[in-house]
Each structure stands twice: as C-alpha cells, then as structure tokens.
C-alpha cells in the first residue's frame, strides 16, 4: 500500500428514507453540516434497485455545482456525507459515502468519527486477501461487513461493529433501507428527525431544522437503527462501561443552533460561560467580547453573570473558507488579520475580558490579543471556556501532535507569558461537567484529563506517550501496513 493512512477527523452525517425528493433534502443537510466537513461531500441515493452516487472534492455547493449530478440521485433513500481531513490526501477515493457492492448487495457508508484499532484490523484483513480501496478507517467496517457469516445486514453490521474501537456515529445505505448507528460510548452525535413521515438522521438537528424535518430524538449510544418500509427498529451493541460522548463539541464543534446528545449547544455554551464568570473573575474588567463566532454563546453567559457589558471587539470575514494559502511568508504575517479585525471604538481605553472557547496551539490567540492591545485596550484579560487541552484526540477531533498543544507541556503562567497578556484563567473539568447537561449519558474529557475511555493501539499509545512527531507516527503507521 503506498498510502499514508489518514486520521479522519471530524465529518457530517445525513440520511433519508422514503421521500420522493431524498436527494435534493440530503443536499440541503448536507449544507447545514457543512460545518463539520469542507474538504469532501457525497450523497448516494436507491430507488429500491438501483442505486447512484455522486461524489467530490471541495464544499457541497462545489461538488453539486452543475444541476445534473442532483438530477441523477434518483430513488427515495439518500444518505449523505461532509468530510474534513487535515491531515494525509485529500483524494477522491476517500470521499464518502464510500459504496461497495458485496454478496449482499450494494452498500454505502456514511462516517462520523474515529476508529482507533483500524491499523491493526486494516492488516489482517489484508493479510486476509482484502483490498482497500481508500486510505480511511471507514472502509475497514466494509470489509468486516462483507467478511461477515452472519444472516441478515443489521447482523453483519453489528458484527462487524463489535470489532471496531473508538468513534463511529454512522449511516449505512442499502438497496431498501438506511441503518444508523452510534459506537457504544456515543462520542459523535447523531439523531433522528421525522419529514413528511420519512425519517430522517443527521449527525446536528440544524440539518433537520433547514429541511423543516421534527426533531425526534438521538440515536443512542450502541444503537443500531434499522429504517425500512416496516418503520423504525433498534437493536444494541454491548454496552460500554461507560457512555463518554464528546464534550467538545459543545465547546466547540457543533452549530449553537443544533440541539446534540439531548440538548442545545447554545444553552450549553452559555452555562459554560457563566461557569467560567463565577470561578474566573476578572473584578476591574469594563467589557466582555468574544473569539468570534464560537466563542459568542460562552462570552454572552460570562458577561450576563459577571454584570458585565458584551460587545463586539473582534468582526470575523466569514470569507476566507479552508482555501486561503500563503505563498509567501510575507503573507503568512496576515494569517489571522485576514480572518479577524478589531472595532477600535470598542476597545480604546478598555480593560477587556476576552473570551475563547478552547486553546490548542495558541498562536492565533496570541495574535488576536496582541491585535486587541494595539487597537489600544488598556488591559487584556484572557478567560477560556473549557480547561488546558493536554491530550491529542483519538475520536475524530484534529488538535494535531501532542508537542504542538501549548498545554502539554507549559503551566498556566507560562502560557500567559507566551500570550503577552494581563491575566489568563482556565475554566475547570469540574465546572465543565457541572455546566454539561445532566442525562443518562456522560462525557468524554479525556483531552484534558488523559484518562482515555477506550485502548488504542499501540501506534496510537507511541503517539501519545512519547514525544515523536505526529507524522512520524504515520510513517510508523505507513512502514508496517506497506
Ligand atoms: S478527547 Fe476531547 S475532543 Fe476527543 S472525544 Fe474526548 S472530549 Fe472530545
């Protein structure tokens, strides 16, 4: 294989069953998802026979640019993906839904998150006789369906399921019917939404929102949902000892405007904020803004309980999109003033509290706080929205090598140094945890804490225990499955 496998980092999940325009309501999710993925997007459609597919590099309306790709999705069952790596190819042959035609017939998948014993599956399915066609974990739950003596799809499925590790929130298409399912932890979300009496799953309820589709509920953690002509049926993966879903992705990832993992983000986010005000003061403060935009949630709730004006000290050109290069390292000076600018009337004077959902490497942050301070704040009060990011994720959220966080390996004061800033404060796990909301479900925090939910295999634990770089990883990765 000459491939670099790819960590797959985070993707938008759809599907739709029994709607006369499946198509053309999975490209409109699609574009609520878009969000979670820019670099790929697919939908692949059945009539009950036959099934097309189309898929491309690039954002939704790119992919579907020219109307006819839309007008050859025919059938009433579509299932839909948005895909962002940033790390290995951005090649076609990734773009998902992925399709395979096996002994079963032909089927599409759908994926959501990150296997974490992949390689190892990977190379003995391949030692096996398997040929991988793509370089994504995604294709392994493929060929463990195919390999599969059990009857049945929804029995293949599932055991093809219990081998797998880590993250899956996926949607299977097949001749009549679409399958959802969710890894027993429940790190990404999905959930299932009702149009004109077709159900209807996607991994945010914005999607459903912009197709006028009812939110019904979330797919549940070890959840294998069935939808065929007969109606809904559930089944489960053996539990796991514990349901981790990511918390990150109300810090962070999801749409303030979707409701995830039983809750909306928004309120999520300003409960987060409001902790961080009660346990990270900042008493001679005059105004509060925020990172814009998804920091704004968080910076409302700090400001409301703090008795703190909001204001908007930073304007975001929502242009730039993933394209923007640097040819020059002239240019690469004006990677963040691209992207951000300050409202100088707002800020002159000031004693501001800035709010940021999250730092990873710090070098925008340190720029934007160096931009605040020349727009002429008199002080510069840093307060984010979740605690010091220690650990690389496993589960589909790309932070990048552990030596590139600027948590792992420095103490608050010294980031605070790095940040050139007046004072700079964390928001705790505990006050994280007292902010998420409370269900049966609890969550993953484990790339603050380490204490990782599931094993990863060894490539994995090298990865995270020792100090080689990420890419080197790989290459260890690429060496053994060559
Ligand atoms: S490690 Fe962090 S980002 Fe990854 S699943 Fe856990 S909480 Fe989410």
Do not use: W
Request: hydrophobic letters at 40%; proline letters at 5%; charged letters at 25%.
């Amino acid at each position: 294989m000459n491939e670099r496998p790819e960590i797959k980092e985070h993707c938008g999940c759809f599907g739709i069953f029994g709607h006369p325009h499946a198509a053309e309501l999975a490209y409109l999710g699609l574009f609520a998802l878009q969000h979670r993925g820019q670099e790929a997007a697919g939908i692949v459609t059945s009539d009950g026979s036959k099934t097309s597919r189309h898929v491309g590099l690039g954002l939704v309306a790119d992919v579907f640019a020219d109307p006819k790709h839309l007008q050859g999705l025919k059938g009433h069952i579509a299932i839909g993906h948005n895909r962002y790596s940033t790390t290995g190819s951005n090649l076609i042959t990734n773009a998902q839904p992925l399709a395979i035609n096996y002994h079963g017939g032909p089927l599409a998948i759908a994926h959501n998150g990150n296997l974490t014993n992949s390689m190892p599956l990977r190379r003995r399915l391949e030692s096996d006789g398997s040929i991988f066609q793509s370089t994504t974990d995604s294709e392994v739950i493929l060929h463990l369906i195919a390999r599969s003596r059990q009857i049945g799809l929804v029995n293949q499925i599932r055991e093809a399921l219990t081998q797998v590790e880590g993250a899956f929130s996926l949607v299977f298409l097949a001749r009549d019917r679409i399958i959802a399912a969710r890894d027993p932890h429940g790190f990404r979300p999905l959930c299932v939404g009702m149009k004109d009496k077709a159900p209807v799953v996607a991994s945010e309820s914005c999607a459903l929102d912009l197709i006028e589709a009812e939110y019904v509920r979330d797919v549940e953690p070890g959840e294998i949902l069935e939808i065929d002509e007969s109606g809904l049926h559930s089944s489960f993966l053996p539990p796991a000892a514990r349901t981790t879903q990511c918390i990150f992705e109300f810090i962070y990832f999801s749409r303030p405007d979707s409701r995830i993992f039983g809750e909306y983000v928004d309120k999520t986010r300003r409960k987060i904020g409001k902790a961080l005000a009660r346990e990270k003061p900042v008493p001679s403060a005059d105004l509060v803004i925020s990172v814009p935009d998804s920091s704004n949630s968080a910076a409302l709730g700090y400001s409301q309980a703090a008795g703190l004006r909001f204001d908007f000290g930073l304007i975001r050109n929502h242009y730039i999109g993933r394209t923007f290069i640097h040819p020059t390292p002239a240019m690469r000076d004006f990677n963040v003033r691209i992207k951000f600018n300050t409202v100088g009337g707002v800020l002159r004077g000031k004693r501001v509290v800035v709010v940021d959902d999250s730092i990873v490497r710090g070098t925008t942050l340190k720029k934007l706080t160096r931009m605040i301070r020349t727009a002429g704040a008199a002080e510069v009060h840093v307060r984010i929205a979740s605690p010091p990011v220690r650990y690389p994720c496993f589960y589909g959220m790309d932070f990048g090598r552990r030596e590139d966080l600027i948590a792992a390996f420095r103490t608050v004061e010294e980031i605070r140094d790095f940040l050139d800033v007046d004072s700079l404060e964390y928001l705790s796990v505990e006050s994280l945890l007292e902010a998420a909301p409370k269900g049966r479900c609890g969550f993953c925090t484990c790339c603050f804490t380490g204490d990782f939910p599931t094993r990863v295999s060894e490539a994995y634990e090298k990865f995270l225990y020792e100090s080689d770089s990420r890419m080197l990883e790989l290459d260890f990765m690429k060496n053994t499955t060559e």
